[in-house]
């Protein structure tokens, strides 16, 4: 599956164990109230690689 969705800025995915499914993210949009909503491979992209990021944050700090 290759994806662009549009949030802030455009967002470019190469998947090939998702779909194009959109699903809720449980927020809601503070100036609208709307629910927001985003591709599942970016949720589950979120709530996998948050780790991975903050430990190469912290070897970037400890390499000065």
């Given at each position: 599956?290759v ?5 802030t800025r455009?967002v ?5 164990i998702h779909d194009?499914?959109?699903v809720n993210t449980?927020?809601k ?5 709307v ?8 949720v589950?992209?979120?709530k996998?690689m948050?780790?991975i ?5 912290c ?6």
């Amino acid at each position: 599956m290759v994806q662009v969705w549009k949030d802030t800025r455009l967002v470019r995915m190469i998947s090939t164990i998702h779909d194009a499914k959109i699903v809720n993210t449980g927020r809601k949009d503070r100036k609208t109230n709307v629910e927001m909503k985003k591709p599942y491979a970016v949720v589950q992209y979120n709530k996998f690689m948050k780790g991975i990021e903050r430990a190469d944050q912290c070897l970037i700090i400890t390499q000065f």
